[in-house]
Antibody, heavy 118, light 112 residues
Framework: EVQLVESGGGLVQPGGSLRLSCTASGLAFRNYWMHWVRQDSGKGLVWVSRINSGGTLTTYADSVKGRFTVSRDNARSTLYLQMNSLRGEDTAVYYC???????????WGQGTLVTVSS | DVVLTQSPLSLPVTLGQPASISCRSSQSLVHSDGNTFLNWFHQRPGQSPRRLIYTISNRDSGVPDRFSGSGSGTDFTLKISRVEAEDVGVYYCMQATHWPHTFGGGTKVEIK
């Protein structure tokens, strides 16, 4: 059974930082692109970032470029999202998603809530 | 960014009756490799989204065959042949052909 477990969310003040983690099991993590998607209270889903299987290619939404950094540790089957200079509009549930276009992928984690507020 | 427009926003359905959701893209979703990366997801209240369909019409493992996807280019459809109680929730189309990947605004399916 594929499982993706996110952690690291919480309450942080504007301008602060958080590091999210997503640990995968039940699949060959090193073979898949990995993604971060967030969902705000208005329920809209927004792609945040993606990283290729080897960790050599990363892409970001304009809204987080320069502030967020995605990385992965294939030996630990873990995906990371370092979030700096956080803003109120970053408040959302953050999901990791594996292999969004892969026939054997498409799985989502349970999500971790990030709240940016003073 | 590619805009995906779903309709209807809300879809009240009688159990056992069919349902259909439309997803229209602001530009073609045909990738340079020939694939069309249009997926459908279902999100039940309080749960994470679950992928149902990938590349227009391929059902994910464990997805009932009452779900089907079709379409091409910029127009796509998700159909449920006979709605069951467990099908309630919000359905999203999503494109992964262009970056940033984008989602439709969602269609809320509820039982009449």
């Amino acid at each position: 059974e594929v499982q993706l477990v996110e952690s690291g969310g919480g309450l942080v003040q504007p301008g602060g930082s958080l590091r999210l983690s997503c640990t995968a099991s039940g699949l060959a993590f090193r073979n898949y692109w990995m993604h971060w998607v967030r969902q705000d209270s208005g329920k809209g889903l927004v792609w945040v970032s993606r990283i290729n299987s080897g960790g050599t290619l990363t892409t970001y939404a304009d809204s987080v470029k320069g502030r967020f950094t995605v990385s992965r540790d294939n030996a630990r089957s873990t995906l990371y999202l370092q979030m700096n200079s956080l803003r109120g509009e970053d408040t959302a549930v953050y999901y990791c998603v594996v292999g969004v276009t892969a026939p054997s992928g498409g799985y989502w984690g349970q999500g971790t809530l990030v709240t940016v507020s003073s | 960014d590619v805009v995906l427009t779903q309709s209807p926003l809300s879809l009240p359905v009688t159990l056992g009756q069919p349902a259909s959701i439309s997803c229209r893209s602001s530009q073609s979703l045909v990738h340079s490799d020939g694939n069309t990366f249009l997926n459908w997801f279902h999100q039940r209240p309080g749960q994470s989204p679950r992928r149902l369909i990938y590349t227009i019409s391929n059902r994910d493992s464990g997805v009932p065959d009452r779900f089907s996807g079709s379409g091409s280019g910029t127009d796509f459809t998700l159909k449920i042949s006979r709605v069951e109680a467990e099908d309630v929730g919000v359905y999203y189309c999503m494109q992964a052909t262009h970056w940033p990947h984008t989602f439709g605004g969602g269609t809320k399916v509820e039982i009449k």
